[in-house]
């Protein structure tokens, strides 16, 4: 049976408990009020800013408070385990990157898409990288 994943707002509030916070140390920590906080976790209205430092203050990553997973990078999805004898993933000891505001806003618009408009969207990416690997 698929475990349902939590609403935003729940999976904030696991991930302050386990790191030991309160709600009024967390809203501390963040600068804000604790009512303010307070009404994030109970409606999960948070801004892109407050996840990342969010997940800074939780130690975990921004995908895991967005999604409840982290992501499988999208040149892994759809793709065939790898065999022994290929080469190491290529995400592989490589510093997250920081993205651009153009990067983020691309992000942020990808999300209201259907999973059929995200997977037009992969595609695309996708033939442009291997257009681009192969041209050097």
């Known amino acids: 049976m698929k475990e349902e994943i939590k609403p935003i707002n729940k999976r904030i509030a696991t991930y302050r408990r386990l ?6 140390t967390a809203a501390e920590a963040l600068g804000m009020k ?24 939780y130690n975990v990553s921004a995908n ?15 793709k065939e385990p790898p065999r022994l004898e290929e080469k190491p993933h290529i995400f ?15 992000i942020t618009i990808v999300r209201t898409f259907t999973k059929e408009e995200k997977n037009q969207v992969m595609k ?7 257009a681009k690997k192969r041209n050097g």
């Not at 997973?69 to 759809?78: K, M, R, S, Y």
């Not at 695309?124 to 291997?130: E, G, P, R, T």
């Open 124 to 130: 695309l990416i996708n033939n442009i990288y291997q």
């Open 34 to 57: 604790k009512n303010t906080y307070a009404r994030m976790e109970l409606h999960g209205n948070p801004t892109q800013d407050i996840i990342i430092r969010l997940a800074s203050l």
């Open 92 to 106: 592989e000891n490589r510093p997250e990157p920081v993205l651009t505001t153009n990067e983020k806003n691309c």
């Open 19 to 24: 790191a030991g916070h309160t709600q009024q």
């Open 64 to 78: 895991l408070l967005l999604y409840g997973t982290d992501l499988i990078p999208p040149t892994e999805i759809n």
